[in-house]
């Protein structure tokens, strides 16, 4: 089956900008809705951003001045720009598809491994 790897995590000092990327680990056809979430240490995991073929993107309220989502369809490649970081930033960030479809045919609901982010103060 297809997995979604993220690639791009380390750590970084407060203030700093990081990016992340996700991407399939094979060719696919297509992959509808893509998104990331982050879950911080003793925390459930939270949506950061969304964002759909068509370019049209949702972002947590505390977020989005700091937060970039985009996609690149011909790669089926999303990427997370992420600004201005603070210590609450610290985070596993996972990636998610709601559905893919390859030469094994269709799923569903599927998650990267997760890339963690920290920032120090």
């Known amino acids: 089956q297809v997995q979604l790897v993220e690639s791009g995590g380390g750590s970084v000092e407060a203030g700093g900008s990081m990016r992340l990327s996700c991407a399939p680990s094979?060719?696919?056809?297509?992959?509808?809705?893509m998104a990331w979430y982050r879950q911080a240490p003793g925390k459930q995991r939270e949506l950061v951003a969304e964002?759909?073929?068509?370019?049209?993107?949702q972002y947590a309220d505390s977020l989005r001045d700091r937060f970039y989502i985009a996609r690149d369809n011909a790669i089926h490649t999303i990427f997370l720009r992420m600004d201005s970081l603070k210590p609450e930033d610290t985070a596993i960030y996972y990636c998610?598809?709601?559905?893919?479809?390859?030469?094994?045919?269709?799923?569903?609901?599927?998650w990267g491994q997760g890339t963690q982010v920290i920032v120090s103060s």
């Open positions: 998610h598809g709601d559905a893919l479809t390859s030469n094994w045919g269709t799923q569903k609901d599927i």
């Open positions: 964002i759909d073929r068509d370019g049209w993107t």
């Open positions: 094979q060719n696919i056809s297509s992959i509808s809705l």
